[in-house]
């Protein structure tokens, strides 16, 4: 585990160097750079939650899971299960 850490921890400072090596104009574009596609990612993901929640059909519905779904089932499932039901009492 002390490897692992060590390891980490050489390559972060080796990134803080390559860092302080760059000149301050370059280290300001490139936080720029970084804060805008921060910024485009950020609006993106609350433009699709907006669109998502948007849609009229977007409802959450809070039911007991059976395992399988009562709405995927046909008239002839449904029938065979209260024939079923109906036998067994």
């Known amino acids: 585990m002390k490897r692992i850490r060590d390891k980490i921890e050489y390559y ?22 970084f804060f805008v596609g921060y910024a485009l990612l950020t609006l993106l993901v609350i433009v699709s939650i907006c669109i998502s929640t948007s849609q009229r059909n977007n409802k959450i519905s809070i039911n007991h899971i059976d395992g399988i779904s009562k709405k995927t089932q046909t008239k002839d499932t449904i029938q065979a299960d ?8």
């Open 12 to 33: 972060v400072l080796e990134v803080d160097n390559r860092w302080r090596i760059l000149p301050v104009k370059r280290q300001r574009l490139l936080t720029k750079l």
């Open 82 to 89: 209260k024939t079923n039901l109906l036998i067994k009492k």
